[in-house]
């Protein structure tokens, strides 16, 4: 199917570096030397630059291991608040080139671009130069930017030419450049899935886009189709504008191991319910549906779709809808590769309706616990609070240093 070459743009701009981009932007006399961000205790290397990276250090090494291999770089405890003003300015400083931008992460954006070549009287190019000297003259750090016909492809681009370059990939381009991407570099695709598809010899995303799409639906369902239309240069994912909600919010993962131990699953789910209604309580949103599954070893996964009388964020709610899902989804001695939680049917929670007061009081006070929990988690450190259901998942990933009992899921 041939493709004119822009009937849609999206740029996926990601800062280089961005912590330790932040402190040499603020202290150039650091500018010559490796520089090595720590985490909140000084535990361990939360971002470093190209030169640390380069001597061996990754981020989540232990500090005194990372002293060891690089004893003369530069060892900085983390400064969120500051990073933040620097992602507010970078994000400033893309709103000016369109107004559709799509933060993702700290240092992360999306940019739809249609209608902005007219608008610059610039290729895209010019434009994708102009952003990057813009934000390096005024927020003193370096980004890399990949524009092309999808969020998926514009997202494997900006990693091409990395530190502070651009990669466009016109529709033209896409088959020659998929060919050169390992399909673990798709956004999506994890190790299970990676090593799913190399049974299938798909092993390049040039592989996966002209696989046959009967197959990618057998092998990853929706979510892998999504991704071979994206591939192939039809959006699927359009540019989220922050004045709406997600179409749906997950919270999943493997568990590193098969595994078919009832409580042991029960507790993943729970961890990630909580963080899940933690999220849309945060984001101000209420969910109608909830969909529970869980994945077998086969790589299949059996799901239960619970649709709530009123739209929640409520966790009484949302861990009782889990726990009934999983009664019906889970079997004994079967094994399971992961599990999670989708809610579905997202809306702000203003529209709430307001007719029983009980309930709304009843979320309310939801919310407020919700709330709570997420800035003693942001502040102590993730999983000080947990629910006691989760706690297996907690005690599995570094010990919370002192856990409050919250409410049990019976
Ligand atoms: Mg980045």
Redesign the pocket.
């Known amino acids: 199917m041939p493709l004119s070459d822009w009937p849609n743009a999206v740029a996926h701009v ?5 912590f330790a981009a932040c402190e040499l932007a603020r202290s150039p006399k650091l500018r010559d030397r490796p520089v090595c961000v720590m985490s909140s205790q000084d535990a361990c290397i939360v971002a470093k630059t190209y030169d640390a990276k380069a001597a061996g250090i990754h981020t989540g090494m232990p500090v005194w291991e990372a002293k060891k291999l690089l004893p003369r770089a530069v060892y900085i405890p983390a400064d969120f608040t500051y990073y933040g003003q620097v992602s507010d300015k970078l994000f400033a400083i893309l709103a000016r080139f369109t107004p559709e931008v799509e933060v993702c ?1 700290i ?2 954006a999306f940019l739809g671009l249609n209608g902005i070549r007219g608008l610059w009287r610039k290729n895209f190019s010019e434009i994708a130069d102009s952003i990057r000297t813009t934000v390096k003259n005024e927020a003193g750090i370096t ?2 930017i990949g524009i092309s016909l999808t969020k998926t492809l514009a997202k494997i681009a900006s990693d091409i030419h990395k530190p502070d370059g651009s990669m466009l990939i016109p529709g033209d381009d896409i088959p020659a450049f998929l060919a050169g991407v390992k399909i673990k570099n798709i956004p999506g695709i994890g190790r299970n899935r990676e090593a799913l598809l190399h049974k299938f010899h798909i092993f390049t995303a040039a592989d996966y886009s002209r696989a046959d799409p009967a197959l990618i639906q057998r092998l990853l369902g929706k979510s892998g189709m999504d991704l071979w239309h994206e591939l192939r240069g039809r959006p699927i994912f359009p540019v989220q504008l922050a004045n709406g909600p997600p179409k749906s919010m997950a919270r999943t993962a493997s568990f590193g191991q098969l595994s078919s131990q009832r409580d042991f699953i029960a507790a993943h789910l729970t961890h990630h319910t909580t963080r899940l209604v933690t999220e849309l309580v945060r984001k101000h949103y209420l969910a109608q549906g909830l969909s529970v599954f869980l994945t077998l070893k086969s790589f299949a996964s059996r799901a239960e779709e619970t649709r709530f009388g009123d739209p929640s964020a409520n966790i009484f709610d949302f861990s009782r809808a889990v726990r009934d899902a999983f009664a019906r989804l889970y079997r004994p001695g079967e094994l399971y590769r992961g599990c999670g939680v989708i809610a579905t049917e997202i809306r702000p929670s203003e529209e709430r309706s307001l007719d029983l007061f009980g309930k709304v009081d009843k979320d309310y006070r939801n919310e407020r616990l919700m709330a709570t929990v997420d800035t003693l988690n942001k502040k102590y450190g993730n999983h000080t609070v947990v629910m006691l259901a989760a706690q297996a998942v907690a005690k599995r990933k570094k010990g919370p240093r002192f856990r409050l009992p919250m409410f049990e899921v019976n």
């Open positions: 990601d800062a280089d570096c961005f992460s240092d992360e980004v890399s």
